[in-house]
T-cell receptor, first 109, second 115 residues
């Protein structure tokens, strides 16, 4: 089976940096994805790590360590609009995703 | 491109009725996924297709659920008969097969309420 663990809630202030961790236990791991979902909206893709290391996309970065079965999403220069749920997801052999339970990020003024 | 299109956006029905959810993937994408999201169970993969062929339907809750993809631009998810516990947001997503990369594009979802 596959399972992913991430914190249920994180709170930070505008302008701060926040890290959302994700640990996974899967068979046939191919890569770790991150998705953002605003209330009432659809999940939107943020990043995908197939290899160990850091991927940077603007204010967001994602990290993967296969040996530790661990990854994180780093959000810098937080803005109010970053308040949302963030999901890590692992990819199976045929692109299917298994999602974690999500982390609700609240950004305070 | 308009993105993934789902209809209806909202559906309210009574227990026992048949419900059909529709999805049009992004043109050229060769994978299509159906997910269900609830507070209790989170985002769950129900079934996915590759080049219109169902690959894995192990996430389909029971025989009341069925999905089809008659061509590359259309898929349906049917629930018959519907039950209150089927109330959820159903998302369709599509993706392109690219080595070393996996980005899924989600539709806006169908919010289903079964009374």
């Amino acid at each position: 089976g596959q399972s992913l663990e991430q914190p249920s809630e994180v709170t930070a202030v505008e302008g701060a940096i926040v890290q959302i961790n994700c640990t996974y236990q899967t068979s046939g791991f191919y890569g770790l994805s991150w998705y953002q979902q605003h209330d009432g909206g659809a999940p939107t893709f943020l990043s995908y790590n197939a290899l160990d290391g850091l991927e940077e996309t603007g204010r967001f970065s994602s990290f993967l360590s296969r040996s530790d079965s661990y990854g994180y999403l780093l959000l810098q220069e937080l803005q109010m609009k970053d308040s949302a749920s963030y999901f890590c997801a692992d990819s199976g052999s045929a692109r299917q995703l298994t999602f974690g339970s999500g982390t609700q990020l609240t950004v305070l003024p | 491109d308009a993105g993934v299109i789902q209809s209806p956006r909202h559906e309210v029905t009574e227990m026992g009725q048949e419900v059909t959810l529709r999805c049009k993937p992004i043109s050229g994408h060769d994978y299509l996924f159906w997910y269900r999201q609830t507070m209790m169970r989170g985002l769950e993969l129900l079934i996915y297709f590759n080049n219109n062929v169902p690959i894995d339907d192990s996430g389909m809750p029971e025989d009341r659920f069925s999905a089809k993809m008659p061509n590359a631009s259309f898929s349906t998810l049917k629930i018959q008969p519907s039950e209150p516990r089927d109330s959820a947001v159903y998302f369709c997503a599509s993706s392109l097969d690219r080595t070393g990369y996996n980005e899924q594009f989600f539709g806006p979802g169908t919010r289903l309420t079964v009374l």
